[in-house]
């Protein structure tokens, strides 16, 4: 996208350019989140929770249902542009959240407050690990087993500091022993989870436990570098800005950028920038007009406008639609109840321990469960850092094993055109060839795809020999759409949706299409080569006679055949189908209609009528699947 537009009056659309687009997302953001923030006054909620709130109502969770407003407001191309501006801001967040965090108190605090804080991080922690192992060996499965243990016990066991402070302070609580005990434990627990982080981070980026180390060790560094250099610096600064005088602009903006060249740093390590600004504003001092300063400048800009872009962000990739089943419920509940349990219960009885009141003791365990950005931050980091598409990759590949003992070979060969690079040879089934790739490999996420794979395949010879399916059908309730228009990739597609429908938890839909102009009273000239010829009618019409008497005792196979009279007509009849789970198409599917829905499109290697499955005008939570020819892999 361009940044700036020439205007309407020169035929411009200000939501193809980004600026302007950007400008609209960020004052619809800013209107939502203040009006729920002014609805949720009255029960006493911190702003934070409407934001949160926001960001889910604007994604695909509740107004993103309507693909119209969705592509038009939040297209995918403006989304990097929104991403790094709610980063930025975020960025700037963090450094404020280590502002209000005084190392001094933490060793003030004493005893109890350490001890607090400690139970509030082990018994989560555990009990995320826990966690972590049932969603690996359901949803989660597939990814990489340590850093996931990780990302769920840090996701689990942190309390939100800055809510926290916020709600506290509404609360006038802030100068109470409960509240500052709340603020102690949970500052040690805030240092230890970003810690926890930085570990897991580190974890995340490769394979190899050697990379590992040296990131860690490497960020170990940064922080005893920053704990040396950095405080002397920001101390000089402080020391030449008096009480009662302005702030000189330079203090400001070098702090700033040193801000900014931390999270460069931290980045470049491998850990996320947003632990290089926390730390240094952790090393600011917290007496005198400069701390005071620097929150003035940027909370107002950073804490309106930007942050709440990072909640727009987070809920454009949250579908509360997709938690269906009770397996998903009952994962949910499982993880909101592991969470809670786990601060609430920890909390209390080491608190009992220490001799604070019960009363007390509850209020604590209440206000340590406080949960908000930061963890929304660690599960995107989690999302970002996982292999995200192969667990859907390998249960397509399980749907598509049907009854049959030999996996579909056009099948293979279409996940290996995935991506233009050496991927294929991934494939290889030559030991010697595979290992060629894999020890020169410098892809850490193809190496993961290998590794990822290789079990699967490892698995499903097992699963197969126990006469077992890997996806069970208790767990798979989906329904498949093929659309048949005629064509050998047509007739590929429905075959290959018939090998999926013999998996028991998978209904198939064929619609097959017939073209009758006479309905309408119209003739249609289309430009379309000699292909589909009379022979080619015929190989179809064979094709589908057959499949009829296949299906014909087959309850979970269903045949329809449209008579339709032009090509909007049909795009009418997919639409009956949207709600499906998966849609199976040919490439290339020949006729009259095709030819007619065969418009220019952005992605032609999908096809005509998986370009229309995908456009903003045709509105479907389904994935879209090619179908293959003997000739290539489709």
């Not at 009480?243 to 950028?257: D, Q």
């Amino acid at each position: 996208m361009k940044a700036t537009s020439n205007g309407v009056f020169q035929g411009d659309d200000p939501l193809h350019y980004a600026l302007p687009l950007l400008i609209i997302q960020i004052c619809l953001v800013v209107l939502l989140t203040r009006g729920l923030a002014y609805l949720l006054r009255p029960l006493r909620q911190p702003r934070v929770i409407a934001e949160i709130i926001g960001g889910v109502l604007l994604g695909p969770s509740a107004l993103g249902r309507n693909q119209h407003y969705l592509h038009a407001i939040f297209p995918p191309k403006s989304l990097t542009v929104l991403d790094t501006l709610a980063n930025l801001g975020l960025l700037f967040f963090l450094f404020l959240v280590g502002l209000e965090l005084d190392p001094k108190s933490l060793r003030r605090t004493g005893k109890k407050a350490l001890c607090i804080a400690l139970a509030g991080i082990t018994l989560p922690f555990a009990l995320g690990i826990g966690t972590s192992f049932v969603l690996s060996s359901t949803i989660s499965a597939g990814v990489s087993r340590g850093p996931f243990l990780v990302f769920m016990g840090v996701a689990l066991s942190i309390t939100a500091f800055p809510v926290l402070a916020r709600i506290l302070a509404e609360l006038k609580l802030l100068t109470t022993d409960v509240g500052r005990m709340a603020m102690s434990a949970a500052a040690v627990n805030d240092v230890a989870a970003w810690i926890l982080l930085a570990l897991a981070i580190a974890l995340s980026g490769t394979g190899s436990p050697l990379v590992s180390l040296w990131v860690f060790l490497c960020g170990t560094g940064f922080i005893v570098g920053c704990i040396f250099v950095g405080p002397p610096i920001f101390k000089w600064m402080a020391r030449r800005c008096p009480e009662g005088e302005p702030v000189h602009e330079i203090y400001i903006c070098g702090t700033l950028a040193a801000v900014l060249a931390a999270g460069l740093v931290t980045d470049t390590i491998g850990i996320h920038a947003l632990f290089g600004a926390f730390v240094v504003g952790v090393l600011v001092p917290k007496e005198g007009p400069f701390a005071g300063a620097l929150v003035e400048k940027v909370e107002d800009l950073v804490s309106g406008l930007f942050l709440p872009l990072y909640f727009v962000s987070s809920g454009l990739k949250t579908n509360v639609a997709t938690i269906q089943g009770a397996q998903s419920w009952g994962l949910l509940v499982l993880v909101i109840f592991t969470a809670c349990f786990g601060k609430i219960v920890g909390t209390v009885v080491v608190s009992l321990l220490c001799k604070i009141p019960f009363k007390e003791s509850v209020t604590l365990g209440f206000l340590m469960n406080t949960k908000g950005l930061v963890e929304l931050i660690v599960l995107n980091i989690g999302k970002d850092r996982g292999t995200r598409t192969i667990p859907t990759l390998i249960n397509l590949m399980e749907a598509s094993r049907g009854s049959a003992k030999k996996r579909p070979p056009y099948l293979r060969d279409a996940l290996t055109e995935l991506s233009e690079r050496s991927s294929a040879t991934r494939w290889s089934t030559k030991p010697e060839k595979r290992n060629a790739v894999w020890n020169k490999s410098q892809d850490n996420e193809s190496n993961q795809i290998v590794v990822a794979f290789e079990t699967f395949q490892s698995i499903s010879a097992k699963s197969r020999s126990a006469g077992t399916a890997h996806v069970s059908a208790s767990n798979v309730d989906s329904t498949i759409t093929a659309l048949f228009f005629g064509g050998p990739d047509d007739r590929e597609a429905v075959s290959y949706g018939a090998l999926m429908a013999e998996h028991p938890g998978i209904h198939l839909n064929v619609v097959r299409f017939v073209v009758d102009l006479k309905l309408n009273g119209e003739s249609v000239s289309v430009d379309i080569d000699d292909r589909y010829g009379p022979e080619a009618r015929s190989n179809d019409e064979e094709f589908i006679s057959e499949f009829k008497d296949k299906i014909s005792k087959d309850g979970s196979i269903k045949f329809e055949e449209s008579v339709i009279g032009n090509a909007d007509e049909a795009v009418e009849v997919i639409r009956k189908y949207n709600r499906c789970n998966l849609f199976v198409v040919g490439r290339i599917p020949e006729g009259l209609l095709a030819a007619a829905l065969n418009k220019k499109s952005e992605c032609p290697e999908l096809g005509p009528i998986g370009n229309l499955l995908i456009s903003p005008e045709f509105s479907t939570m389904a994935s879209c699947s090619g179908g293959a020819t003997k000739t290539g892999g489709r």
